[in-house]
């Protein structure tokens, strides 16, 4: 158990709609990252906040946003729904912010798009 | 353009049967290399990072190693509890930020 929580583990909706992934890091690390993995892209990075604030971005679409509250959890929003949105959402935690830290996966978010 | 390439996709042996998984990048500089284990229906697990070429790091059956332009991961007599997907990540320098890329990993299935 990597101590990483993800709600909710399966979540289907429609085209052009909108969902929110929550994700609470482990105890103690600041750092929250969002990746989204796809079978034919492989994991990609999305985005990364440290302490509330966001660090680094990756190849996050416009239509995604997220945020990390003062409690430390964070939340990614998807909204205008594609079908090639339809992937496993994984969070990861570590406790700085550095690349080089051990980063600690969540089970993830599988999102299908019907 | 960066890119992480990791070979074989798939990779089938029997218990006891030593090999290795392929890794390699090109990326415009490298500041680690990592390599994670994936349990279907889980997330990745972090198992090692290496910095520069010549550096290895060992954990159980796993031994981890850097050149300049790949990273192999020996697995030495493998358990049947080692079949998983095996990641391969680089963390490379950006145009501003630092930048993470991950290869889309070898399938590995140990035979008992």
């Known amino acids: 158990d990597s101590g990483v929580t993800q709600t909710p583990k399966h979540l289907i909706t429609a085209t052009g709609q909108r969902v929110t992934l929550r994700c609470s890091p482990r105890s103690g690390d600041l750092s929250v990252y969002w990746y989204q993995q796809s079978l034919d892209q492989g994991l990609q990075f999305l985005i990364q906040y440290y302490n509330g604030e966001e660090r680094a971005k990756g190849n996050i679409l416009e239509r995604f946003s997220a945020q990390q509250f003062p409690d430390l959890h964070s939340e990614l929003n998807l909204s205008s729904l594609e079908l090639g949105d339809s992937a496993l959402y994984f969070c990861?935690?570590?406790?700085?912010?550095?690349?080089?830290?051990?980063?600690?996966f969540g089970d993830g978010t599988r999102l299908s798009i019907l | 353009e960066d890119q992480v390439t990791q070979s074989p996709e798939a990779l089938r042996l029997q218990e006891g049967e030593s090999s290795s998984l392929n890794c390699s990048y090109t990326?415009?500089?490298?500041?680690?290399l990592f390599w994670y284990r994936q349990d279907p229906g889980k997330g990745p697990e972090f198992l090692f990072t290496l910095y520069s070429a010549g550096e290895e790091k060992e954990k159980e059956r796993l031994k981890a190693t850097l050149t300049k332009k790949e990273s192999f991961l020996h697995i030495t007599a493998p358990k049947p509890e080692d079949s998983a997907t095996y990641l391969c990540?680089?963390?490379?320098?950006?145009?501003?930020?630092?930048?993470?890329?991950f290869g889309k990993g070898t399938r590995l299935h140990i035979l008992p």
């Open positions: 990326v415009s500089g490298l500041r680690g």
């Open positions: 990540a680089v963390q490379a320098r950006g145009r501003r930020d630092d930048k993470i890329i």
């Open positions: 990861a935690s570590s406790v700085t912010p550095g690349w080089d830290q051990p980063q600690h």
